[in-house]
C-alpha cells in the first residue's frame, strides 16, 4: 500500500468516524453544550482533565474558554487538573497515580461545577475515579470518550461517545466535538459579540 493509500483510508476512516458521531448523537452534544452553559452562568467552573493526547486535549479546551473561541467576550471559567506538574507528581508520587485527577477535584471543585473527562477508553482508573468523587462533591460530569464509552459513560451525567476502536480517529473527533462545544457555549453565554 502507497502513502497516497494509506492517507485516503485514515481520512475515509476519520470521516466514517465523524458520521457516525453525528448522525447518533447530535442531540446529545446540544444538550451538554447547554448543561456547560447553565453551569458557568451560575458561577460555576469547569475542571477538564485526561491522559496523554487527552491531557492535551483538555488544556487545549480551557485555554478556549478563558479566552476565546470564535468572538471577544468576558472569561469563562475553566481549569485543566492537568498542567500542574508539581500537583500531579506530587499526588502520583505520595499516594497513587490513579488518585491525580479526583485529588485535585476534592480541592478545587464545588457543587455547581463541572467534570469534564475526555477518554479514548472510558477505562482510565484515575479518570474512574475523578470522576467518582465530582459525584461524591455534587459536581455535574461529563465525558467525551471512544469505543463503547467504559465505566466512565455511568459515571456522566452526558457522555459523547466516538464510536470507534482507532485511538487516533477517536481523538481527532473529539477535538472537533470540543470545539463545537465551546463555541456553542459561547453563543449560550454571550449572544452579542463582546468587544476586546
Known amino acids: 500500500m502507497g502513502v497516497d493509500d494509506r492517507y485516503r483510508r485514515d ?51 480551557a485555554a478556549e474558554l ?12 475553566a481549569l485543566a487538573l492537568t498542567a500542574d506538574t508539581s500537583v500531579l507528581t506530587s499526588i502520583a508520587n505520595d499516594s497513587a497515580y490513579d488518585r491525580i485527577f479526583s485529588r485535585q477535584i476534592e480541592a478545587l471543585g464545588r457543587s455547581g461545577d463541572m467534570a469534564f473527562a475526555l477518554s479514548t477508553s472510558g477505562n482510565s482508573p484515575n479518570i474512574v475515579q475523578g470522576l467518582s468523587r465530582a459525584r461524591e462533591g455534587g459536581l ?19 457522555s459523547l461517545v466516538v464510536e470507534s476502536n482507532n485511538t487516533a480517529r477517536i481523538q481527532e473527533v473529539h477535538i472537533l466535538i470540543g470545539h463545537l462545544l465551546c463555541e456553542e457555549v459561547e453563543s449560550f453565554l454571550f449572544p452579542s459579540p463582546h468587544p476586546r
Open 11 to 61: 481520512v475515509e476512516s476519520h470521516l466514517e468516524a465523524v458520521r457516525l458521531f453525528f448522525d447518533r448523537q447530535a442531540d446529545e452534544l446540544g444538550a451538554t453544550a447547554l448543561l456547560m452553559a447553565e453551569s458557568l452562568s451560575k458561577g460555576g467552573k469547569i475542571l477538564f482533565f485526561g491522559n496523554g493526547g487527552s491531557a492535551a486535549d483538555a488544556q487545549h479546551l
Open 66 to 77: 478563558v479566552n476565546r473561541m470564535t468572538s471577544d467576550r468576558p472569561a469563562v471559567a
Open 140 to 158: 455535574k460530569t461529563v465525558s467525551l470518550l471512544g469505543r463503547n464509552g467504559g465505566q466512565a459513560r455511568s459515571l456522566s451525567d452526558r
